[in-house]
Protein backbone atom coordinates (compact mmCIF):
# COMPACT_ATOMS: atom_id res chain seq x y z
CA UNK A 1 0.00 0.00 0.00
CA UNK A 2 1.29 3.64 -0.76
CA UNK A 3 2.09 5.86 1.58
CA UNK A 4 -0.06 9.13 1.33
CA UNK A 5 1.64 12.35 1.65
CA UNK A 6 0.94 16.36 1.41
CA UNK A 7 3.50 16.95 -0.79
CA UNK A 8 5.27 20.67 -0.23
CA UNK A 9 8.15 20.72 -2.37
CA UNK A 10 9.66 23.76 -1.03
CA UNK A 11 9.96 27.28 -2.85
CA UNK A 12 13.25 26.17 -4.35
CA UNK A 13 11.59 23.60 -6.72
CA UNK A 14 9.35 26.05 -7.81
CA UNK A 15 11.98 28.54 -9.10
CA UNK A 16 16.00 27.76 -8.80
CA UNK A 17 15.64 24.03 -9.10
CA UNK A 18 13.19 22.63 -11.28
CA UNK A 19 15.40 19.24 -11.25
CA UNK A 20 13.94 18.67 -7.49
CA UNK A 21 10.68 18.80 -8.98
CA UNK A 22 11.11 16.77 -12.30
CA UNK A 23 12.94 14.07 -10.23
CA UNK A 24 10.84 13.75 -6.73
CA UNK A 25 7.87 11.75 -9.00
CA UNK A 26 9.57 9.33 -10.01
CA UNK A 27 11.82 8.71 -7.09
CA UNK A 28 8.39 8.72 -4.96
CA UNK A 29 6.39 6.93 -6.97
CA UNK A 30 9.02 3.77 -7.10
CA UNK A 31 9.53 4.03 -3.56
CA UNK A 32 5.86 3.66 -3.14
CA UNK A 33 4.96 7.54 -2.14
CA UNK A 34 1.73 8.81 -3.40
CA UNK A 35 2.20 12.62 -3.18
CA UNK A 36 -1.08 15.31 -2.99
CA UNK A 37 0.33 18.40 -3.85
CA UNK A 38 -0.92 21.23 -1.80
CA UNK A 39 -2.38 23.36 -3.96
CA UNK A 40 -1.93 27.38 -3.09
CA UNK A 41 0.52 26.53 -0.45
CA UNK A 42 3.23 29.08 0.71
CA UNK A 43 6.82 29.27 1.41
CA UNK A 44 8.26 28.31 4.34
CA UNK A 45 9.91 31.74 4.78
CA UNK A 46 13.11 29.70 5.66
CA UNK A 47 13.60 31.59 8.99
CA UNK A 48 13.89 35.24 6.70
CA UNK A 49 10.09 36.03 6.92
CA UNK A 50 10.20 35.73 11.19
CA UNK A 51 13.11 38.63 10.90
CA UNK A 52 10.57 40.75 9.59
CA UNK A 53 7.43 39.71 10.88
CA UNK A 54 6.97 36.66 13.07
CA UNK A 55 3.41 36.57 13.33
CA UNK A 56 3.22 36.38 9.34
CA UNK A 57 5.67 33.68 9.26
CA UNK A 58 3.93 31.41 11.49
CA UNK A 59 0.78 32.39 10.31
CA UNK A 60 1.25 31.75 7.01
CA UNK A 61 3.02 27.69 8.04
CA UNK A 62 -0.02 27.49 10.67
CA UNK A 63 -2.41 27.71 6.94
CA UNK A 64 0.10 25.03 5.11
CA UNK A 65 -0.06 22.59 7.95
CA UNK A 66 -3.98 23.10 8.43
CA UNK A 67 -4.33 22.31 4.90
CA UNK A 68 -2.36 19.13 5.29
CA UNK A 69 -4.63 17.76 8.47
CA UNK A 70 -7.84 19.41 5.99
CA UNK A 71 -6.05 16.45 3.64
CA UNK A 72 -5.83 13.98 6.33
CA UNK A 73 -2.26 13.80 5.46
CA UNK A 74 1.19 14.19 6.99
CA UNK A 75 3.52 16.64 4.97
CA UNK A 76 6.60 15.26 3.13
CA UNK A 77 9.14 17.63 1.57
CA UNK A 78 12.63 17.32 0.07
CA UNK A 79 13.99 20.41 1.89
CA UNK A 80 15.89 20.33 5.01
CA UNK A 81 14.77 23.61 5.28
CA UNK A 82 11.48 23.40 4.81
CA UNK A 83 11.34 21.02 6.97
CA UNK A 84 12.97 22.52 9.71
CA UNK A 85 11.44 26.05 9.56
CA UNK A 86 7.75 23.80 9.29
CA UNK A 87 8.92 21.97 12.27
CA UNK A 88 9.90 24.65 14.30
CA UNK A 89 6.80 26.55 13.90
CA UNK A 90 4.33 24.00 14.53
CA UNK A 91 6.46 23.17 17.80
CA UNK A 92 5.56 26.70 18.84
CA UNK A 93 1.58 26.20 17.94
CA UNK A 94 1.78 23.15 20.17
CA UNK A 95 4.03 24.42 23.07
CA UNK A 96 1.48 27.85 22.91
CA UNK A 97 -1.72 27.68 23.02
CA UNK A 98 -2.27 31.14 23.39
CA UNK A 99 -0.63 31.65 20.26
CA UNK A 100 -2.40 28.84 18.40
CA UNK A 101 -5.65 30.64 19.44
CA UNK A 102 -4.54 33.63 18.23
CA UNK A 103 -3.11 32.18 15.00
CA UNK A 104 -6.11 30.15 14.28
CA UNK A 105 -8.32 33.11 14.67
CA UNK A 106 -6.80 34.93 11.59
CA UNK A 107 -6.85 31.12 9.55
CA UNK A 108 -10.73 30.96 10.09
CA UNK A 109 -11.41 34.95 9.33
CA UNK A 110 -8.97 34.35 6.08
CA UNK A 111 -9.24 31.06 5.11
CA UNK A 112 -11.94 29.31 6.96
CA UNK A 113 -9.08 26.44 8.78
CA UNK A 114 -7.99 25.40 11.60
CA UNK A 115 -4.79 23.81 13.19
CA UNK A 116 -5.08 21.30 15.70
CA UNK A 117 -1.43 20.79 15.29
CA UNK A 118 -1.49 17.04 14.76
CA UNK A 119 0.17 17.03 11.46
CA UNK A 120 3.78 16.01 10.96
CA UNK A 121 6.05 17.31 8.93
CA UNK A 122 8.60 14.62 7.55
CA UNK A 123 11.96 15.17 5.29
CA UNK A 124 11.88 12.70 2.38
CA UNK A 125 15.25 11.21 3.95
CA UNK A 126 13.50 10.04 7.24
CA UNK A 127 10.28 8.89 5.64
CA UNK A 128 12.69 6.71 3.51
CA UNK A 129 14.83 5.00 6.12
CA UNK A 130 12.11 5.19 9.14
CA UNK A 131 9.01 4.02 6.99
CA UNK A 132 10.16 2.28 3.86
CA UNK A 133 13.30 0.68 4.82
CA UNK A 134 16.88 0.42 3.54
CA UNK A 135 15.87 -3.34 2.70
CA UNK A 136 13.14 -2.07 0.05
CA UNK A 137 15.81 0.73 -1.14
CA UNK A 138 18.03 -1.79 -2.42
CA UNK A 139 15.23 -3.61 -4.16
CA UNK A 140 14.75 -0.65 -6.68
CA UNK A 141 18.76 -0.17 -7.37
CA UNK A 142 19.45 -0.29 -11.46
CA UNK A 143 22.05 1.92 -11.41
CA UNK A 144 24.88 1.42 -8.58
CA UNK A 145 26.24 4.98 -7.64
CA UNK A 146 29.66 4.08 -6.96
CA UNK A 147 31.10 7.04 -6.15
CA UNK A 148 33.03 8.12 -2.89
CA UNK A 149 30.05 10.69 -1.91
CA UNK A 150 29.93 13.28 0.80
CA UNK A 151 26.09 13.57 1.88
CA UNK A 152 25.45 16.95 3.41
CA UNK A 153 22.20 17.20 5.78
CA UNK A 154 22.49 21.19 6.53
CA UNK A 155 21.58 22.54 10.39
CA UNK A 156 18.19 22.58 9.71
CA UNK A 157 16.61 19.41 10.16
CA UNK A 158 18.97 18.68 12.74
CA UNK A 159 16.92 19.33 15.29
CA UNK A 160 14.77 17.23 18.50
CA UNK A 161 11.73 15.26 16.72
CA UNK A 162 12.79 17.11 13.21
CA UNK A 163 14.97 14.20 12.11
CA UNK A 164 13.25 11.02 12.63
CA UNK A 165 14.67 8.44 14.66
CA UNK A 166 18.34 9.84 13.46
CA UNK A 167 20.80 11.22 16.16
CA UNK A 168 20.64 14.79 15.95
CA UNK A 169 24.48 15.21 16.62
CA UNK A 170 25.64 12.52 14.31
CA UNK A 171 23.12 11.66 11.95
CA UNK A 172 23.82 8.53 10.07
CA UNK A 173 20.62 8.19 7.81
CA UNK A 174 22.02 9.58 4.98
CA UNK A 175 25.02 7.83 4.65
CA UNK A 176 23.22 4.79 4.96
CA UNK A 177 20.93 5.69 2.19
CA UNK A 178 24.12 6.49 0.04
CA UNK A 179 25.60 2.89 0.98
CA UNK A 180 22.15 1.19 0.02
CA UNK A 181 22.45 3.20 -3.46
CA UNK A 182 25.48 1.16 -4.30
CA UNK A 183 27.84 4.68 -2.97
CA UNK A 184 31.16 4.88 -1.04
CA UNK A 185 29.48 7.52 2.17
CA UNK A 186 32.18 10.25 3.16
CA UNK A 187 32.51 11.24 6.97
CA UNK A 188 33.31 14.60 6.83
CA UNK A 189 32.59 17.11 10.31
CA UNK A 190 30.96 19.40 7.78
CA UNK A 191 27.72 17.75 7.16
CA UNK A 192 25.46 19.13 9.13
CA UNK A 193 26.69 22.92 8.85
CA UNK A 194 25.17 25.67 7.84
CA UNK A 195 26.87 27.02 4.56
CA UNK A 196 24.84 30.95 5.18
CA UNK A 197 22.62 30.97 3.41
CA UNK A 198 19.93 33.53 4.36
CA UNK A 199 22.49 35.90 4.42
CA UNK A 200 23.76 35.38 1.45
CA UNK A 201 22.50 38.77 0.09
CA UNK A 202 24.10 40.50 3.62
CA UNK A 203 26.94 38.89 4.20
CA UNK A 204 28.10 37.67 1.31
CA UNK A 205 31.84 37.37 2.71
CA UNK A 206 31.08 35.50 5.18
CA UNK A 207 28.61 33.32 3.49
CA UNK A 208 31.02 32.16 0.72
CA UNK A 209 33.57 31.42 3.13
CA UNK A 210 31.29 28.79 4.70
CA UNK A 211 30.41 27.49 1.61
CA UNK A 212 34.01 27.06 0.67
CA UNK A 213 35.28 25.54 3.85
CA UNK A 214 32.51 22.98 3.38
CA UNK A 215 32.95 21.77 0.34
CA UNK A 216 36.68 21.64 1.02
CA UNK A 217 36.10 19.16 3.85
CA UNK A 218 34.15 17.06 1.88
CA UNK A 219 37.15 17.28 -0.95
CA UNK A 220 39.83 16.56 1.69
CA UNK A 221 38.09 13.44 2.85
CA UNK A 222 38.27 12.33 -0.23
CA UNK A 223 34.76 12.93 -1.44
CA UNK A 224 33.96 12.86 -5.44
CA UNK A 225 30.35 14.39 -5.04
CA UNK A 226 27.94 16.49 -2.62
CA UNK A 227 24.52 15.40 -1.94
CA UNK A 228 22.10 17.79 -0.55
CA UNK A 229 19.58 17.00 1.68
CA UNK A 230 18.84 20.51 1.68
CA UNK A 231 17.55 22.20 -2.07
CA UNK A 232 17.88 25.86 -0.67
CA UNK A 233 21.65 24.91 0.30
CA UNK A 234 22.43 23.55 -2.69
CA UNK A 235 21.72 26.56 -4.30
CA UNK A 236 25.06 27.95 -2.44
CA UNK A 237 26.88 24.93 -2.46
CA UNK A 238 26.74 24.11 -6.42
CA UNK A 239 26.25 27.76 -8.13
CA UNK A 240 28.55 30.26 -5.89
CA UNK A 241 31.30 27.31 -5.18
CA UNK A 242 33.39 29.47 -8.08
CA UNK A 243 33.19 32.73 -6.14
CA UNK A 244 33.54 30.84 -3.12
CA UNK A 245 37.30 29.41 -4.52
CA UNK A 246 38.10 32.93 -5.95
CA UNK A 247 37.34 34.76 -2.51
CA UNK A 248 38.69 32.30 -0.26
CA UNK A 249 41.59 30.45 -1.91
CA UNK A 250 40.37 27.25 -1.11
CA UNK A 251 39.75 24.52 -3.56
CA UNK A 252 35.46 24.27 -4.12
CA UNK A 253 35.37 22.18 -7.85
CA UNK A 254 33.15 19.44 -7.03
CA UNK A 255 29.79 18.43 -8.20
CA UNK A 256 26.97 18.86 -6.08
CA UNK A 257 23.24 17.67 -6.71
CA UNK A 258 20.22 16.85 -4.70
CA UNK A 259 18.92 13.93 -2.75
CA UNK A 260 15.81 13.49 -5.16
CA UNK A 261 18.41 13.57 -8.17
CA UNK A 262 20.34 10.76 -6.24
CA UNK A 263 17.36 8.64 -5.40
CA UNK A 264 15.92 9.49 -9.32
CA UNK A 265 19.33 8.25 -11.16
CA UNK A 266 19.91 4.86 -9.27
CA UNK A 267 16.41 3.94 -9.82
CA UNK A 268 16.82 4.10 -13.10
CA UNK A 269 15.32 7.34 -13.96
CA UNK A 270 16.94 9.97 -16.49
CA UNK A 271 19.48 8.26 -17.32
CA UNK A 272 20.87 10.54 -20.00
CA UNK A 273 21.53 13.20 -16.82
CA UNK A 274 23.02 10.11 -14.95
CA UNK A 275 25.30 9.84 -17.67
CA UNK A 276 26.04 13.93 -17.59
CA UNK A 277 26.81 13.41 -14.01
CA UNK A 278 29.87 10.78 -14.55
CA UNK A 279 30.65 12.90 -16.98
CA UNK A 280 31.14 15.95 -14.66
CA UNK A 281 32.62 13.53 -12.31
CA UNK A 282 35.41 12.46 -14.26
CA UNK A 283 36.54 15.73 -15.49
CA UNK A 284 35.90 18.46 -12.25
CA UNK A 285 37.63 17.88 -9.39
CA UNK A 286 41.39 17.37 -7.97
Known amino acids: MALKFAYHPGNVAHSSAPEVADTMIPASRTLGIELHPLEGATSCGAGIIRQANDVLQITLNARTMAMA ?9 PCATTAGTLHEDL ?4 DDPLLLAKTNDILGRTSGLSLTGEVRIQHLLHVIVDEIGLDKVETKLRNPLDFRI ?9 QPGACGEDDV ?8 LISALGGEPVQWASRTQSVG ?21 AKSEGAEMIVSA ?17 STGLSTNIPVIHLT ?26
Request: hydrophobic share 35%; proline share 4%; with cysteine.
Open 230 to 246: CTLSHTVLDVYQGKASR
Open 197 to 217: VPGLFSEEPTVLSQTAAAISD
Open 69 to 77: ESMGMDIIT
Open 169 to 176: YDPQYLEQ
Open 91 to 94: SRLR
Open 150 to 158: AGFYGPNIQ
Open 261 to 286: ELLSFAFGHYNSRLAQLRTRIAVIGD
